[in-house]
T-cell receptor, first 111, second 113 residues
Framework: SQQGEEDPQALSIQEGENATMNCSYKTSINNLQWYRQNSGRGLVHLILIRSNEREKHSGRLRVTLDTSKKSSSLLITASRAADTASYFC???????????FGAGTRLFVKA | NAGVTQTPKFQVLKTGQSMTLQCAQD?????MYWYRQDPGMGLRLIYYSASEGTTDKGEVPNGYNVSRLNKREFSLRLESAAPSQTSVYFC????????????FGSGTRLTVV
């Protein structure tokens, strides 16, 4: 069973618009990570947020974490065509080495 | 500065054939992982090696074996390939201590016919 589930499954926006993707999970986590995957390539780590953090920024990326709702969101501001990719959330539990990935959100940014 | 290198990039096998997927990292990371990615299912953990000399099963280990040859290399072996093992395989590594993201290889696209 998957821990992280992204929503929506697919998202299409115009260049310059903001893109928001959500991730929900089921059990307590140590941290939550977001990754990007371009078509046919490996995943690239974007940002990690710890369970005691509520918000984190990296360039045009903003990640929030609500542990009471067991959810996280990834906001990409001023999107570009190059942001077209699949985005995955991944959760780390406590005391283990197993990170669980969601099925991803496919983002398409139209130029 | 290669990061995580996987070979081969593509492979077609016949049912019953065997093969080994190779993975090497040059970042001195302690832990290494093998994932498979199937459409609509995200990544599923096959096996992992928390440190040199140890290996453990993940979510979907059946039909696979692994070897942590040294700190740099972690190989995945399919002893008798089945069509259900058609997938894209990713190797990843991570430093010790937690709180870091994974570094992934570029993947091996495997088709079993």
């Amino acid at each position: 069973s998957q821990q992280g589930e992204e929503d929506p499954q697919a998202l299409s926006i115009q260049e310059g618009e903001n893109a928001t993707m959500n991730c929900s999970y089921k059990t307590s986590i140590n941290n939550l990570q977001w990754y990007r995957q371009n078509s046919g390539r490996g995943l690239v780590h974007l940002i990690l947020i710890r369970s005691n953090e509520r918000e984190k920024h990296s360039g045009r990326l903003r990640v929030t974490l609500d542990t009471s709702k067991k959810s996280s969101s990834l906001l990409i501001t001023a999107s570009r065509a190059a942001d077209t990719a699949s985005y995955f959330c991944a959760t780390d539990g406590y005391g283990g080495f197993k990170t669980i990935f969601g099925a991803g959100t496919r983002l398409f940014v139209k130029a | 500065n290669a990061g995580v290198t996987q070979t081969p990039k593509f492979q077609v096998l016949k049912t019953g054939q065997s093969m080994t997927l190779q993975c090497a990292q040059d970042m001195n990371h302690n832990s290494m992982y093998w994932y498979r990615q199937d459409p609509g299912m995200g990544l599923r953990l096959i096996y992992y090696s928390a440190s040199e000399g140890t290996t453990d099963k993940g979510e979907v280990p059946n039909g696979y074996n692994v070897s942590r040859l040294n700190k740099r290399e972690f190989s995945l072996r399919l002893e008798s390939a089945a069509p259900s093992q058609t997938s894209v395989y990713f190797c990843a590594s991570i430093p010790a201590g937690g709180g870091y993201g994974y570094t992934f290889g570029s993947g091996t696209r495997l088709t079993v016919v």
